[in-house]
């Protein structure tokens, strides 16, 4: 396994804050649609698992609480959907929004845009994925 890390910046993070989170890949991944893969698998599992245990009862501390407060909403991480997430559908998700170039995946500062391109996974160091937004045209 080789340990590489992803900055994240969530959706609902009105801050810009970004984050590193470390995640397990396999020695064995060639190219960029299997690190996708590999991702997708590894953020359903993590969502999916979260999901089932949200019901543990978290208190939140002082900073947290301030800091969502900030956020304008402070709240448990409590999801109340009804379905776990589908690895299969997400991964399609995830490798069209990519080859759309909805999503664009930096490695270690360099842009890869082809989902056959070739990756040498034991020399990355950290990866970057970025949504892009379309725009409507006009301000409102």
Known sequence: MVNINVNVKSVSNKQNK????????????????GLLEATVKFCVESY???RENSELLK?????QIEDQASQGK???GVNYGENNADLSK???DALEAFSDGIVVL???DEKLENLDDKIEIEKI??????????LAGRMW
């Open 106 to 108: 930096f490695v270690d």
């Open 74 to 76: 402070v709240s448990f």
């Open 59 to 63: 208190t939140l501390s002082s900073a």
């Open 18 to 33: 970004i984050r590193t989170v470390t995640i397990p890949y396999s020695e064995n991944i060639t190219d960029i649609r």
């Open 125 to 134: 160091k950290s990866l970057t994925f970025i949504k892009l937004t379309m």
């Open 90 to 92: 997400a991964t399609a």
């Open 48 to 50: 999916n698992e979260r």
